[in-house]
C-alpha cells in the first residue's frame, strides 16, 4: 500500500526545516520488523502508575492536540520495562492519516495504521525538567500505543468530546480528570529501541516502547481528529491531518522484543 503522499515538509511551519537531524544515527519512527527483532528475556513487565488528578488541561499545539500532566511530583510514572529508573508522564499526544489507509509513525512489517498515540515521560533521576531531559541521552521514554478501526472506545471518548474546544491552534480547555491508563491495550508485550523525537528539534534522547497490541476506535472517533486544524482562528484553514514524520533509517541498531 502506498504510504501517504509525504506532505511532511508543508504541513507545518515547526517542520519546515524538517532535515533529519545532520549525522543522526538514531532517528524515529522506524518499521519495526517482527523477524529482526531480538525477544530478550530480561526485559521486565511495564509498570505503569498514572494519577488521573495530575491531568490539567488539553491544547492544539499546531502539529497535534495534547494533554498535558503536572509532573511536578511522582505522581503519574513509569518504570519497569526497559528502563533503569521511573519516568514522570509529561503528556501525550497522536498522530493520525487523513484517511484509515495511514496516520501511524511506526510500522510493523510495513503495515501502517490509521493513528498512533504517544505517551510522553521524562527521568526525573537525571534531569531537573523536562525541557532539560529532552537533550539528555536517555531522557525520555515514548510509549507508543496503535490505534486501529473498530469498536467505539469508551474512555477515548472523553478526549474526542473535548476536541472541538481546541478545534484552532492554540486553543486550550480544561480537562481535569483523566487516567490514560484506559488507553493501554491490556496486552503487556511491547518492542523496544532508541529513537529520537519525530518533531523538531528531533534529539535522539528517547527511549520508545511500541506496544505490540492497537487499541481500538470507531470511524466517528477518528474523524473527530481530522476536525481539528493546524491554522490559528481567522486563518485560512488547513485540516490538522497526516501529521506524522516519515519512516527514518533503521542504521546501526537492534529493536528488542518483551515476548517471543
Ligand atoms: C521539545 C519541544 C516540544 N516537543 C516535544 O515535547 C515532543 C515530545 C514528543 C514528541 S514524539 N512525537 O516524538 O513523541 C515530539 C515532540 C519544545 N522544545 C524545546 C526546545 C526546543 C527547540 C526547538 C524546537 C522545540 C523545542
Ligand atoms: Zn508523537
Same mark, same amino acid.
Given at each position: 500500500?502506498?504510504?501517504?503522499?509525504?506532505?511532511?515538509?508543508?504541513?507545518?511551519?515547526?517542520?519546515?526545516?524538517?532535515?533529519?537531524?545532520?549525522?543522526?544515527?538514531?532517528?524515529?519512527?522506524?518499521?519495526?520488523?517482527?523477524?529482526?527483532?531480538?525477544?530478550?528475556?530480561?526485559?521486565?513487565?511495564?509498570?505503569?502508575?498514572?494519577?488521573?488528578?495530575?491531568?490539567?488541561?488539553?491544547?492544539?499545539?499546531?502539529?497535534?492536540?495534547?494533554?498535558?500532566?503536572?509532573?511536578?511530583?511522582?505522581?503519574?510514572?513509569?518504570?519497569?520495562?526497559?528502563?533503569?529508573?521511573?519516568?514522570?508522564?509529561?503528556?501525550?499526544?497522536?498522530?493520525?492519516?487523513?484517511?484509515?489507509?495511514?496516520?501511524?509513525?511506526?510500522?510493523?512489517?510495513?503495515? %501502517?495504521?490509521?493513528?498512533? &498515540?504517544?505517551?510522553?515521560?521524562?527521568?526525573?533521576? +537525571? =534531569?531537573?525538567?523536562? !525541557? /532539560?531531559?529532552? *537533550?539528555?541521552?536517555?531522557?525520555?521514554?515514548?510509549?507508543?500505543?496503535?490505534?486501529?478501526?473498530?469498536?467505539?472506545?469508551?474512555?477515548?471518548?472523553?478526549?474526542?468530546?473535548?476536541?472541538?474546544?481546541?478545534?484552532?491552534?492554540?486553543?486550550?480547555?480544561?480537562?481535569?480528570?483523566?487516567?490514560?491508563?484506559?488507553?493501554?491495550?491490556?496486552?503487556?508485550?511491547?518492542?523496544?529501541?532508541?529513537?529520537?523525537?519525530?518533531?523538531?528539534?528531533?534529539?535522539?534522547?528517547?527511549?520508545?516502547?511500541?506496544?505490540?497490541?492497537?487499541?481500538? %476506535?470507531?470511524?466517528?472517533? &477518528?474523524?473527530?481528529?481530522?476536525?481539528?486544524?493546524? +491554522? =490559528?482562528?481567522?486563518? !485560512? /484553514?488547513?485540516? *490538522?491531518?497526516?501529521?506524522?514524520?516519515?519512516?527514518?533509517?533503521?542504521?546501526?541498531?537492534?529493536?528488542?522484543?518483551?515476548?517471543?
Amino acid at each position: 500500500l502506498q504510504r501517504a503522499p509525504c506532505r511532511y515538509a508543508d504541513l507545518h511551519p515547526l517542520w519546515q526545516s524538517e532535515l533529519s537531524v545532520s549525522g543522526g544515527t538514531r532517528q524515529s519512527p522506524i518499521n519495526i520488523q517482527w523477524r529482526d527483532s531480538v525477544y530478550d528475556p530480561h526485559l521486565k513487565p511495564l509498570k505503569i502508575h498514572y494519577d488521573p488528578t495530575t491531568c490539567l488541561y488539553i491544547w492544539n499545539n499546531g502539529y497535534s492536540f495534547q494533554v498535558e500532566f503536572d509532573d511536578s511530583a511522582d505522581k503519574s510514572v513509569i518504570m519497569g520495562g526497559p528502563l533503569e529508573n521511573h519516568y514522570r508522564l509529561k503528556q501525550f499526544h497522536f498522530h493520525w492519516g487523513a484517511i484509515n489507509e495511514w496516520g501511524s509513525e511506526h510500522m510493523v512489517d510495513s503495515k %501502517v495504521y490509521p493513528a498512533e &498515540l504517544h505517551l510522553v515521560h521524562w527521568n526525573p533521576v +537525571t =534531569s531537573t525538567s523536562f !525541557e /532539560e531531559a529532552i *537533550m539528555e541521552n536517555n531522557g525520555l521514554v515514548v510509549i507508543g500505543v496503535f490505534l486501529k478501526l473498530g469498536a467505539h472506545h469508551a474512555g477515548l471518548q472523553k478526549l474526542v468530546d473535548a476536541l472541538p474546544a481546541v478545534k484552532h491552534k492554540d486553543t486550550i480547555v480544561e480537562f481535569d480528570v483523566f487516567d490514560p491508563s484506559c488507553l493501554m491495550p491490556s496486552c503487556p508485550d511491547y518492542w523496544t529501541y532508541d529513537g529520537s523525537l519525530t518533531t523538531p528539534p528531533l534529539t535522539e534522547s528517547v527511549t520508545w516502547i511500541i506496544k505490540k497490541t492497537p487499541i481500538e %476506535v470507531d470511524q466517528n472517533q &477518528l474523524e473527530e481528529f481530522r476536525m481539528l486544524l493546524f +491554522t =490559528s482562528a481567522g486563518e !485560512e /484553514e488547513k485540516r *490538522m491531518v497526516d501529521n506524522f514524520r516519515p519512516l527514518q533509517p533503521l542504521m546501526n541498531r537492534t529493536v528488542r522484543s518483551s515476548f517471543r
